[in-house]
């Protein structure tokens, strides 16, 4: 965490972006190194946020993509994958920084229309963090009965594939 504190944001940016990246286009775990470096850049907003943008491969703007609301759909596998390097990252995260890496979990199972898990979620990184405010402002996005954007229509909402015949 102090690298990516004393790093220029630019570059921190950069290299949490290749790293990410690097993870969810290989379908290998990655090394605990590179997961803890993950875990460390996922504890600063402004970085967790492009990581958070750049799960379902899309190219557009980030806060479109944050909030299911892109003219493309999302890459349902990838999207997949990253909630399963996260679970992973989650059993080598510190109690004190699980918060993040819960939220996102929590995130993705909205963006994948199953709000009672992501709520669930979202409630164990309150439980691990009750300060953490994005995982309260996202559980009241929930609350509110907000659906992600992508479920709004057909051809991009998740299709569960053991739904598919």
Known sequence: MQTVLNGPPAAVNQDAHELWCTMLETK????????????????????????????????????????????????????????????????????????????????????EGRGSKAHQYLQLALDTDPGYRFARVSDQMLGAGIIAGWNTNKDTAYKNPLDMP
Do not use: C
């Open 28 to 111: 290998d775990y990655p090394s605990d190194p590179d997961v803890l470096r993950l875990i460390a850049y996922y504890q600063f907003p402004h970085v967790r946020d492009q990581l958070m943008a750049d799960i379902p491969g899309i190219d557009e703007p980030p806060e479109h993509i944050l909030f299911a609301q892109t003219h493309a759909a999302p890459n349902w596998s990838r999207i997949e994958w990253a909630k399963q390097l996260l679970t992973h990252t989650y059993t080598l995260t510190a109690p004190e920084h699980a918060a993040p890496i819960l939220t996102t979990i929590g995130y993705i199972n909205w963006w």
